[in-house]
Structures are given as structure tokens and as C-alpha cells.
């Protein structure tokens, strides 16, 4: 008995490979905005902590709160030059979606090909098994 040979395991290899390419680069977008919002939520944080820090004060001057202002505003700069970088992040984000979907899909395909390949070859062995085997033994019917 012949065993079963997909003709295109080497493709559907590369095609996994490629799948597993695509969910590695959407975990690097992933992990790139999450570093992000880590640094975004630093940044506001120290913000905070620095404000508080200042308004505890006993005493405090003009210089004080001519600082404190310029470092909000650095602050409010940074940030907003983080949400443009996450906006982008975002957008590759989706469009590396959409390639991982695709890779899936392509994938999903020559999977289905290949049980489909393997339910015909079963098929056609079991037949040819049934055609090489010798015929049952005829019995007679018992009489009534």
C-alpha cells in the first residue's frame, strides 16, 4: 500500500513559516505600543509627583512656579508627540492585521486541500483494498 504524499507540504511549510513571521511582527507592534503608553504614563506621572512636590511646599517663589510651568509644558509636548508616534503604531497595527488574517487564510486553504487530498486517498485505498481482497465465501440461504 502506497503511503500518503501531499505534493504541497513544502508550500504549506513556507506558508506556516510565513504565518508565524506575521505573528511575530504584530507581537513587536503590540509590545511597541504598550512601551508607549509605559513611557506616556511615566511621563504624566512624574509630571504629577513634581506638581505635588512644588504646591507641598511651605514657602515657594515665582521662579518655582515659572519652572514648574515650563516642565507641564515640556511634559504636555512630550506626550502629545507620543500620541502621534501611538497613532502610527496603531495604524501599522491594523495593517499588520490585516496581513496576519491573510497569511491565515492562505494558510487555512492548503489545509483544506490537503484533508481533502487525504479524505480522496483513503477513498481510492479502501476500494482498491476492497477489489484485491478475495470475495466472502458464499453461504446458502437457510430454508424455511
Not at 503608553?37 to 504646591?55: F, H, I, N, T
Not at 495604524?91 to 492548503?110: D, G, I, N, P, V
Request: glycine share 2%.
Amino acid at each position: 500500500m502506497k503511503i500518503f504524499r501531499f505534493r504541497l507540504d513544502r508550500v504549506l511549510d513556507w506558508r506556516r513559516t510565513e504565518l508565524e513571521m506575521e505573528e511575530n511582527r504584530l507581537k513587536r507592534l503590540h509590545a511597541a505600543l504598550a512601551a508607549i503608553d509605559r513611557e506616556r504614563a511615566g511621563l504624566v506621572s512624574a509630571c504629577d509627583e513634581a506638581s505635588r512636590s512644588v504646591l507641598a511646599r511651605a514657602t515657594m517663589s515665582g521662579a518655582d512656579l515659572q519652572l514648574l510651568s515650563g516642565y507641564r509644558a515640556a511634559v504636555k509636548l512630550q506626550c502629545a508627540r507620543l500620541d502621534g508616534k501611538r497613532r502610527e503604531r496603531e495604524q501599522e497595527t491594523a495593517a499588520q492585521q490585516e496581513k496576519l488574517l491573510a497569511a491565515r487564510r492562505r494558510m487555512r486553504l492548503l489545509e483544506n486541500l490537503k484533508d481533502r487530498r487525504m479524505a480522496e486517498w483513503k477513498y481510492e485505498t479502501e476500494q482498491q483494498m476492497a477489489a484485491d481482497a478475495p470475495p466472502a465465501a458464499k453461504r446458502p440461504f437457510p430454508c424455511s
